[in-house]
């Protein structure tokens, strides 16, 4: 089974910057992509960013393209949310998500899903 563990989150002043890590184990060598998805109180979960675990294939929804990038570390099975600019919109529950076949923006598609990271971003 996979279990992935997001860490990073916490409180960062509007503009700054912050980086999330969503740490995969006991069968990470299974994953196909790893997708970055949020979720504020009240909003349906938001997809963010997947990158493709085998190689450098990264796409970013469009709330947050250009301002956050998403990373690997194969070796660490870790993969990073670098987030810039950001915004008090961008509060949420940060959450990483593991699927062992090809995945998009549906977070339907995703098998493993992590415990999330609260991110805030105050004024």
């Known amino acids: 089974q996979v279990q992935l563990v997001e860490s990073g989150g916490g409180l960062v002043q509007a503009g700054g910057s912050l980086r999330l890590s969503c740490a995969a184990s006991?069968?990470?060598?299974?994953?196909?992509?790893i997708g970055w998805f949020r979720q504020a109180p009240g909003k349906e979960r938001e997809f963010l960013g997947c990158?493709?675990?085998?190689?450098?294939?990264?796409r970013y929804g469009d709330s947050v393209k250009g301002r956050f990038t998403i990373s690997r570390d194969n070796a660490k099975n870790t993969v990073y949310l670098q987030m810039n600019s950001l915004k008090p919109e961008d509060t949420a529950v940060y959450y990483c998500?593991?699927?062992?076949?090809?995945?998009?923006?549906?977070?339907?598609?995703?098998?493993?899903w992590g415990q999330g990271t609260q991110v805030t971003v105050s004024s």
């Open positions: 998500a593991a699927s062992t076949y090809y995945a998009g923006d549906d977070p339907s598609l995703y098998n493993y």
């Open positions: 990158i493709n675990w085998s190689g450098i294939n990264t």
């Open positions: 006991g069968g990470s060598f299974s994953i196909y992509r």
